[in-house]
């Protein structure tokens, strides 16, 4: 167990590594896409309020930058978290966003 916690650790490191290079040089998009990686990761290794944090952070920032189809993912992964944690209506309302936005992409 403990050697997989030490894994999980450094997959975390190396995510938060690529996030604050895409943050250096300007890369919104990245940041938006390693934000999301985070968050899936963090709930992966039993960590859904980070999880969430991270998600909804990328939920802000994919939203200023248009990209309706991460958009959809991310609240894809929310309405999961939130179903995973017993938040039905908040599960509700992310997964039925995330159908519109993915009716919309075609």
């Not at 990245?30 to 968050?39: C, V, Y």
């Not at 969430?52 to 309706?68: F, H, I, P, T």
């Amino acid at each position: 167990a403990s050697a997989q916690v030490g894994r999980a650790a450094d997959a975390v490191e190396i995510l938060l590594r690529a996030l604050d290079l895409a943050r250096r040089t300007g890369d919104a998009p990245g940041e938006a896409r390693w934000l999301a990686s985070i968050g899936e990761a963090l709930w992966r290794f039993g960590q859904p309020e980070d999880a969430g944090r991270a998600l909804n952070d990328a939920l802000v920032l994919s939203r200023k930058l248009d990209d309706v189809e991460l958009q959809a993912n991310l609240l894809t992964l929310l309405g999961r978290l939130h179903v995973a944690r017993g938040q039905t209506p908040r599960a509700r309302e992310c997964l039925n966003r995330a159908l519109d936005l993915n009716r919309r992409l075609g």
